[in-house]
């Protein structure tokens, strides 16, 4: 399981002209799940992502983490994130999870950060979503499991 996740001022995701979710400061957590991921990988994750000291402390350094912060996370599922760049010009994704696998850990995902007190939006799974935000930082990490 694999979690790019972006420190941002603010972010929100688009489907149809429809803004389906957005946050003003905290993360956003670009999601791609893997075939052997499982409910133990994403507790782990979903831990670490909230976790995470990626946000300033009065001295500038990155000591605080979301909810230190009063942050928020927004989710979105990223298969392409599964993909094996090794080899050609084309990406293969041998790794990735089936889509209806992929669809149950991304929800259950959002669901952990829930239950933990983080407030969490999401992007549609499976839609075609515009993304935008605004970078704090710019600070960008890969965190995977």
Known sequence: MIALIQRVKRASVTV???VVGKIDHGLLVLLGVERE??????????????SYRVFSDDNGKMN????????KLL??????LAADTAKGLRPS????????????????????CRQQGVETETGLFGADMQVELINDGSVTFNLQV
């Open 16 to 18: 149809d002209d429809e």
């Open 37 to 50: 991921d499982n409910a133990e990988k994403l507790a782990k994750l979903a831990t670490k992502v909230m």
């Open 64 to 71: 605080l983490n979301l909810s230190q912060v009063g942050g």
């Open 75 to 80: 989710v979105v599922s990223q298969f392409t």
């Open 93 to 112: 994704f041998s790794c990735a999870a089936t889509p209806e696998q992929a669809k149950q850990l991304y929800l259950d995902f959002v669901a952990f």
